[in-house]
């Protein structure tokens, strides 16, 4: 399912739920305590309406991160009362109100109070604090890491940076921008904080070495912005083990305070025109032109943006009263083909629509390549693709808008486009030699028209291949 929702905008990590305050000490309501604004994250989710977190008088602000990447949804009891329940792998509460002095804490698997993760005493004084799940569990790696949050504002064109080890089976870290090291030798467990000017880095994550030049692990886009304080939580697992590989390496990152946004780069967003009548178009982000004169059959290269909410209009190139799309967008992690297809034409059979498709851009083995097809032809009826020296089909009955994925090994292939039957031996319309790689992953789109000869363009049938990864 696509991580993109329309008009209406939801935030929230997905299944939590903020009963009430923690033990009932809270010093304001639950979803923020003390006036905060921050909004519950997931995964490298950003908050841009955050305030300064700031404790009342005799109370302390505490937000629960979740990063044990073998842990299961989990509940957290605070003086046995329930005070966040369900709370998956990398997500980070809101800041909630609590008295000063020792808490009870208990960890348990999500609806089973019987299964107890970690139970201790937290003590908390009169200041702002993440309390981290970290390690595995039943492994002395597993603990509550008590961090202490500095949430003063800096200064407007600067913002303040905190890196938190969370990877339980990572080495000791550098991490770097460029030539610059920002965090030199931090191991798990252990956090840096380094003051830099607002801007958009590059920051890459090396195994340790004296000259913090090592092997990069990871490397990811941040935007950051001024009076802003970050953290970015280093989580999840290096190796990961078989039955977590959707828990591996990963940076997680949050906004303590200030009211700025920025965030990590970690959504990438391409435009195709594939509607054969349409003239050439523009798109707009936010209002501000990102693509200009784009023609059919363009397919852009990938942008790079923060997880949030965004408006996309696109209209007739140079003329912005001929809009033909203009929606609000949220976009979480991850990769977007933003597609114009169908028709403009009145009464069409498949009319002008988006269509948005989410993009898988991992790579397969070395000696296989993974191929999407992407039936955008509005007036091609429904079709099997063919290889045409084994007769093998790797499409069956793909309609107009439909995709469909198939891994192959890497080679040279002819591939037959035919109309659909329940042997996939129909009359072949097209043949397209391909030669896809080992690793890459491609998206082969079917365009245009099958038979120009009735329609308002001579925009003919084509099998374009472009490259996810």
């Known amino acids: 399912m696509t991580n993109i929702k329309r008009r209406q905008v939801l935030r929230g990590i997905g299944g939590v739920a903020i009963i009430g305050g923690l033990a009932g000490c809270t010093g304001g309501d639950s979803s923020g305590g003390g006036g905060a604004g921050n909004e519950t994250q997931t995964d490298t989710g950003m908050d841009t309406t955050t305030s300064t977190p700031t404790p009342e008088s005799e109370m302390a602000m505490v937000r629960v991160a979740h990063l044990s990447p073998d842990a299961p949804n989990v509940d957290v009891y605070v003086d046995g009362a329930v005070a966040l329940t369900d709370v998956p792998f990398g997500a980070v509460s809101d800041y909630l109100s609590v008295a000063v002095g020792p808490h009870s804490v208990k960890i348990t698997a999500a609806g089973d109070e019987s299964t107890v993760a970690f139970e201790g005493d937290v003590e908390v004084a009169e200041a702002t604090y993440t309390v981290a799940a970290v390690g595995e569990l039943g492994e002395e790696t597993f603990q509550p890491l008590v961090l202490e949050d500095d949430v003063s504002i800096p200064d407007a064109d600067v913002a303040r940076v ?204 070395d000696d296989t390549s993974r191929i999407r097809v992407f039936h955008a032809s509005p007036d091609a009826p429904a079709v099997d693709v063919t290889v045409k020296s084994t007769g093998d089909a790797i499409v069956d009955g793909a309609a107009f808008g439909d995709t469909a994925t198939v891994e192959v090994p890497a080679g040279e292939y002819t591939l037959e486009i035919r109309g659909a039957t329940d042997m996939n031996d129909g009359d072949v319309v097209a043949e397209f030699d391909v030669a896809p790689e080992g690793g890459r992953a491609y998206t082969a789109i079917a365009q245009g028209y099958l038979t120009t000869d009735d329609e308002p363009t001579d925009e003919g049938f084509d099998l374009q291949i472009v490259a996810d990864n």
């Open 162 to 365: 905190r890196v938190v080890h969370a990877s339980p089976d990572a080495p000791a870290v550098d991490i770097t921008a460029g030539d610059q090291t920002l965090f030199d030798g931090v191991e798990f467990t252990q956090s840096g904080t380094v003051e830099v000017p607002a801007d958009t880095y590059t920051l890459q994550v090396r195994g340790d070495t004296e000259t913090n030049d090592g092997d990069a692990v990871a490397e990811f886009d941040l935007q950051l912005a001024g009076e802003t304080v970050y953290t970015v939580f280093a989580a999840g697992y290096l190796s990961p083990p078989d039955d977590a590989m959707d828990k591996a390496f990963r940076p997680i990152a949050v906004v303590d305070a200030g009211t700025g946004g920025g965030g990590l780069l970690d959504v990438f967003v391409r435009a195709a025109h594939l509607s054969p009548d349409a003239p050439n178009v523009d798109v707009l982000v936010d209002g501000a032109a990102v693509l200009t004169d784009v023609p059919f059959g363009a397919v852009s290269d990938y942008l790079s943006l923060v997880a949030g909410t965004y408006q996309v209009s696109i209209q007739a190139a140079g003329d912005p009263d001929t809009v033909v799309f203009d929606e609000d967008l949220e976009l979480d992690s991850g990769a977007y083909t933003v597609a114009a297809i169908g028709e403009l034409e009145s009464g069409a059979e498949n009319p002008f629509t988006v269509t948005i498709l989410e993009d898988d851009r991992s790579a397969p083995a």
